[in-house]
């Protein structure tokens, strides 16, 4: 078998190309121009590339942005003031910390500062809480993403065994809630799988994956997942980044899932466009959300 690709930068286009005819909607109906303010601490080159990207395509789109550039020695309380200093400015609608933060910085106390209604990352408490109990406000990016990619590609998954491996608050966690999600919950994005929340500490991990219908992998370890380890004909989204040597390649050793799975996300050019499709998405919605008229 070889593997269909699913093209995750196609998508995002897609997606992007559709936010931005709703800016423009919006905007002539009288809306304001929606703004993404972006705090970046530091300069660590993989984020300074994300950011840029972020404001590249909020630029395409017709939304506003800000970079909100730091020092890496900024202290906490510094961040912080920042920080709360774009919750209280009403020309900005949506606030994104890039992560990861420099070492000596709290990030969970950073998050928890930003204003919910600002939270275009959905990683606040409130927005967290709200999407565990099936009534969200924003749906956080990457996974709203991979459903995106998974329903743009006409891949079924009510009733399907899907099986994430990781369970980091950005990624994992989000990602089992929205594909577990029951009609009628977490909007038209509810996807009615099984799924079973892997990790590195999971007795028979290759079992555990080989029972999957479709994989998640967001490990973050480079090629973790095997060929070996897929049932045939299984879908896999690697979410995956990782750097080795001068080559990025995902959490899925791409070459052996290809001969084995029946569909795959290329890495890169899968799913991480789409999270910043999602994130121009949700920053749309918070300016709109602004005038009660979301
Ligand atoms: N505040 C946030 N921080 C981080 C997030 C996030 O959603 N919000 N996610 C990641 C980084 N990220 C966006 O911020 C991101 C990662 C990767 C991509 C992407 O398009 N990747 C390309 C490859 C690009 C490359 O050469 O590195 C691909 O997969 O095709 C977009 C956004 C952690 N931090
Ligand atoms: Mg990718």
């Known amino acids: 078998m070889t593997a269909r690709i699913l093209d995750g930068k196609a998508i995002a286009a897609e997606i992007r ?75 900005v609608d949506g606030i994104l910390v890039q992560l990861p933060l420099p070492a000596g910085l709290d990030e969970r106390e950073i998050l928890d500062v930003v204003d919910p209604m600002k939270d275009v990352d959905a990683f606040s408490p409130e927005n967290v809480g709200l999407l565990v109990q099936g009534r969200p406000r924003f749906l956080p990016c990457t996974p ?22 990781g369970r ?11 594909l577990a999600a029951r009609d009628g919950t977490c909007g038209p994005e509810a996807a009615n799988a099984t799924v079973t929340i892997a990790h590195s500490q999971s007795d028979d991990l290759e079992g555990i994956v080989r029972s999957g219908d479709i994989i998640v992998a967001a490990v973050g370890r ?62 749309l919605m918070a300016a709109k959300l602004k005038t009660g008229k979301a």
Request: with cysteine; glycine share 10%.
């Open 222 to 283: 480079p090629e973790m997942v095997r060929g070996s380890w897929l049932k045939p004909g299984a879908v896999v989204i690697d979410v995956g980044i990782n750097r080795v040597g001068d080559r990025l390649v995902g959490d899925v050793h791409f070459e052996e899932a290809s001969a084995v799975a029946s569909a795959i996300t290329p890495v890169p050019g899968g799913v991480g466009p789409l999270t910043i499709a999602m994130l121009l998405q949700n920053t």
């Open 168 to 178: 980091s608050d950005i990624v994992g966690k989000p990602m089992a809630l929205l």
């Open 17 to 91: 190309g559709e936010t931005a005819q709703q800016t423009a909607d919006w905007v002539a109906k009288g809306g304001k121009q929606p703004c993404l303010a972006a705090v970046l601490v530091g300069s660590d080159p993989a984020s300074e590339v994300y950011v840029r990207n972020k404001q590249r395509a909020c630029e395409r789109a017709g939304i506003d942005s800000q970079l909100h550039r730091l020092d890496a020695s900024t202290s906490q309380a510094e961040l912080i003031a920042v920080v709360e200093r774009l919750n209280n400015d009403p020309h």
């Open 144 to 165: 709203h993403g991979v459903v995106q990619l998974l329903k743009r590609c006409q891949i079924p998954v009510p009733g399907k065994h899907v099986v994430v491996i």
